[in-house]
């Protein structure tokens, strides 16, 4: 929707410097009244369709902004038997998430049904690879359960040598506490094998 207005903006300059050459050429003053008529309704009609455009989902193939990208989260998936495959995607570096139409293919959609169950199976996102790059292989999977997550770094303390835990009884903490310890020394719990 934030794309909307700048747009908008950009026809309404354009059609004003359309209006006012239409004004100023040497024509018939009905020729000019025609032109700014013209003018008054064009602006309406095309906010009108700009904003009928953003409910209904864009073609794959006319998304030229983001055509290099690599993947993107399928949020929601809608098939129609014969006519087309509805996804919404959310992609990387993009705000909202977007709703796309792709041509049907029954072999795309029984593969995205499948890979869909397993990444529900899974508890993982869907993913589509390559969401706007036509596949000349059938080989290759469009859709697809996302990767588990690596695990974190291990800090640089641990390591894969097994640790040593003493058991110190209740007696043996009394005595810790009622004793004042020197400065600076403290009574180690556990310590690692070498």
């Known amino acids: 929707m934030d794309e ?34 013209t003018l008054s309704f064009f602006l309406p009609v095309a906010y009108f369709t700009m904003t009928d455009l953003l409910s209904r989902p864009k073609p794959a193939d006319l998304e030229w902004l983001h055509r290099q990208m690599n993947q993107a989260q399928v949020l929601g998936t809608r098939m129609k038997e014969g006519e087309a495959i509805y996804v919404w995607l959310q992609m990387e570096g993009v ?32 993913m589509m690879g390559k969401p706007f790059q036509p596949s000349l292989e059938q080989r290759d999977k469009k859709f697809y359960t996302a990767p588990q997550p690596k695990l974190p770094p291990k800090t640089p303390g641990e390591t894969n040598q097994p640790m ?8 043996e903490d009394l ?20």
């Open 95 to 126: 705000r909202e998430p977007r709703a796309y139409v792709l041509p049907w293919d029954k072999q795309l959609a029984k593969q995205m049904h499948g890979a869909k169950r397993e990444a529900e199976s899974k508890g993982q996102p869907l």
């Open 175 to 194: 005595h810790t506490f009622a004793a004042t310890p020197e400065p600076g020394l403290a009574r180690p719990t556990a310590h690692r094998v070498r």
């Open 164 to 171: 040593e835990f003493k058991h110190q009884s209740l007696r």
């Open 4 to 37: 909307l207005l700048p747009f908008f903006a950009g026809i309404t300059v354009l059609a004003g410097i359309l209006g006012s050459i239409s004004i100023w050429t040497p024509r018939k003053v009905w020729m000019k009244c025609t032109a700014l008529c």
